[in-house]
């Protein structure tokens, strides 16, 4: 299961968001090669944060383009 980020003040999720995406990354996306091969994927802090923000949720349920401002269509 995704965890918030424990890498200090720099990745603090204080928004509402859309939790499922990361877990289901981690839960159905194992690492495909090199010495980790098959084992299940964790997302960095950083990853984790970005991938948060990117389905960030806003107060209406509606969700935003990432950085953009601009509402997502229906």
């Given at each position: 299961?995704?965890?918030?980020?424990?890498?200090?003040?720099?990745?603090?999720?204080?928004?509402?968001?859309?939790?499922?995406?990361?877990d289901?990354?981690?839960?159905?996306?194992?690492?495909?090669?090199?010495?980790?091969?098959?084992?299940?994927?964790?997302?960095?802090?950083?990853?984790?944060?970005?991938?948060?923000?990117h389905?960030?949720?806003?107060?209406?349920?509606?969700?935003?383009?990432?950085?953009?401002?601009?509402?997502?269509?229906?």
């Open positions: 299961m995704a965890k918030a980020p424990d890498a200090g003040a720099e990745f603090v999720v204080d928004f509402p968001t859309l939790w499922i995406v990361p289901w990354i981690e839960a159905h996306c194992p690492i495909p090669d090199g010495f980790r091969v098959g084992e299940d994927l964790e997302l960095y802090p950083w990853q984790l944060w970005c991938t948060v923000n389905y960030r949720v806003e107060a209406d349920g509606s969700r935003r383009a990432a950085g953009a401002g601009v509402p997502l269509p229906p």
